[in-house]
């Protein structure tokens, strides 16, 4: 797992389709003590591509930290496919709620180039988390194939470990909106780590009675937290899930409390990139085929640690500036 640099803090890039569970992971990339959030990258995923930049914006706002970590618009289109919309699931992302306009505004630079940039400024340091669609990535790397050397580790939530998918049977969301970035980004050498939607059912689901526990902290975050999920409770609910799921929130934390994770296991992990009915399905091989492993994979994570971090995060308070 990570190292942590000379003041105990890694160097993060968050690359993130902001909505709902994204905003979550965003809130623990600004508020752990051992992020130190250099920018946010917004890839076109879950809602409208202007929504998203607004999401993460009003979470900066409402961490307490508006204008000190710079938001950069991204991708704004898969590579190949257009854009495909998870709105059913998370609505506009924010709770259906109107929270304050942001102070303040997307950067102008491109987060392509603003990725590049700082994975050169923080070469070997930097630590990349991805909990959208790959295309930023997969565009960063055109420009620098020497990009995977350069950052430290990079945590994608993506794929499915040997098991059903949930925009389509047979494919999770991430790798089915680029599948052909999600391959570029699995071939291209980083030093990886996944966390997929299977483990996500099995281990990371909130229960009524934790998001009770959640929403009884009357936090300023708390309440961000009850409004922000609650459109994804509903949807998860509704498809048979007993809670909310939390797969980005997981990712990031998986990065920045490495004691959460329990165990991994060595795939090799490749995307289909046809059309039809397996188009983003994420084959994970578990080693018995011959081929070389290019990720660690997330098997087991002590829930216990992952519920009791997002607390703790969310017990944070502060007064409005
Ligand atoms: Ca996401």
Redesign the pocket.
């Known amino acids: 797992m990570s190292q942590t640099g000379s003041d105990g803090r890694h160097p993060v890039v968050l690359d993130?389709?902001?909505?709902a569970?994204?905003c979550f992971?965003l809130l623990a990339c600004l508020l752990h003590p051992a992020a130190d959030l250099k920018a946010v990258t917004v890839v076109a995923?879950?809602v409208g591509f202007e929504q998203q930049l607004q999401n993460a914006l009003i979470t900066i706002e409402q961490s307490g930290r508006g204008g000190e970590v710079p938001v950069y618009a991204g991708c704004t289109e898969s590579l190949l496919r257009g854009w495909t919309s998870a709105e059913y699931v998370h609505g506009d992302g924010k709770g259906r709620h109107q929270w304050p306009v942001p102070r303040q505004e997307p950067e102008p630079e491109h987060a392509v180039h603003a990725l590049l940039r700082l994975a050169q400024e923080y070469r070997g340091r930097l630590d990349l988390v991805c909990?959208?669609p790959l295309t930023n990535v997969a565009a960063a790397l055109v420009l620098d194939r020497d990009l995977p050397r350069k950052i430290r580790s990079l945590y994608v939530?993506g794929g499915s470990n040997n098991g059903r998918g949930n925009i389509t049977p047979a494919a999770e969301y991430?790798f089915y909106v680029d599948p052909e970035a999600a391959r570029a980004v699995l071939r291209a050498g980083f030093s990886l780590t996944i966390v997929d939607w299977v483990l996500t059912l099995r281990q990371a689901v909130f229960t009524a009675e934790q998001l009770e526990e959640i929403s009884a902290l009357d936090t300023r975050l708390s309440r961000f937290f009850t409004i922000v999920n609650a459109p994804t409770l509903e949807f998860d609910r509704s498809v048979g899930i007993d809670g909310s799921t939390h797969?980005?929130l997981l990712t990031a934390l998986a990065l920045l409390e490495p004691g959460i994770v329990a165990r991994t296991g060595r795939y090799f992990v490749d995307v289909e990139t046809t059309d039809g009915e397996t188009r983003g399905y994420s084959v994970f091989d578990w080693g018995v085929f011959g081929r070389e492993a290019n990720a660690d994979v997330v098997e087991e994570i002590d829930k216990k640690a992952f519920y009791g971090t997002v607390l703790d995060l969310l017990r944070t308070d502060f007064k409005e500036a």
């Open positions: 993130t389709d902001t909505a569970d994204d992971a995923g879950n909990i959208g939530m991430n797969p980005d």
